[in-house]
């Protein structure tokens, strides 16, 4: 597609639930990035992928995040047992290349209650 | 680590205004920097990015930043805003050759018709 599309748009989880939020970045694009964005804050780095491989995970908060590409295309992150502090916008972002910059997705926004 | 500084949490101005929002960052080697433009309900987009050459970068609908090595700073400016500009502005390096995006926290503005 045209963007960056990440599905749901707005999802609701009661504590304990695990989630599972898709990614489906441009095509052709090599690394696709995750990021968590807290109320008024801005975008926080979770992890990347460069294709299928999984090049750098230190921004996920604990492990019960795991993110996952198994195709080198579309991308899931999935939140085990979720925590009233997980709630936030998840973003997408993919890339072709550093040099021509970053296109993210409109985002997942998770409440947990 | 490197990281990035916003000072200004919010701005408001008037039409016609002109705008500085500042941006500092910290990291001791080569980066790239952006700044990244949020639209009420819409998502992220690429104002402008510095990777290297003449230190000031020209970008979209009007904005321009500085890059200036000497103050780790990297501020974004236009000479006259409209109403059209309210958004939330974010700030974001990468060391050269990197792919993580850290960013800051972002500068609301409001500009009042």
């Known amino acids: 597609g045209a963007g960056v599309s990440q599905s749901p748009r707005y999802k609701v989880a009661k504590r304990g639930q695990d989630v599972a939020l898709r990614c489906d970045p441009i095509s052709g694009h090599v690394s696709l990035f995750w990021y968590q964005q807290a109320l008024g804050q801005g975008p926080e780095f979770l992890t990347y992928f460069q294709n299928e491989a999984q090049l750098d995970k230190s921004g996920l908060p604990s492990d019960r995040f795991f993110a996952e590409r198994p195709e080198g295309s579309v991308s899931t992150l999935k939140i085990q047992r979720t925590q009233q502090e997980d709630s936030a916008v998840y973003l997408c972002?993919?890339?072709?290349?550093?040099?021509?910059?970053?296109?993210f997705g409109s985002g997942t926004r998770l409440t947990v209650v | 680590a490197q990281s990035v500084s916003q000072h200004n949490h919010h701005v408001i101005l008037s039409e016609a205004a002109s705008l500085e929002l500042g941006c500092n960052y910290s990291y001791g080697g080569t980066v790239n920097l952006f700044w990244y433009v949020q639209y009420p309900g819409q998502h992220l987009q690429l104002l402008l990015k510095y990777f290297s050459g003449d230190p000031l970068v020209k970008g979209i609908k009007g904005f321009e930043a500085e890059f200036i090595k000497s103050k780790f700073s990297f501020n974004l400016r236009k000479p006259s805003v409209q109403w059209s500009d309210t958004a939330e502005y974010f700030c974001a390096v990468n060391p050269a050759g990197g792919n993580m995006l850290t960013f800051g926290g972002g500068t609301r503005l409001m500009v009042k018709p």
């Open positions: 972002a993919s890339s072709r290349d550093a040099l021509f910059g970053y296109t």
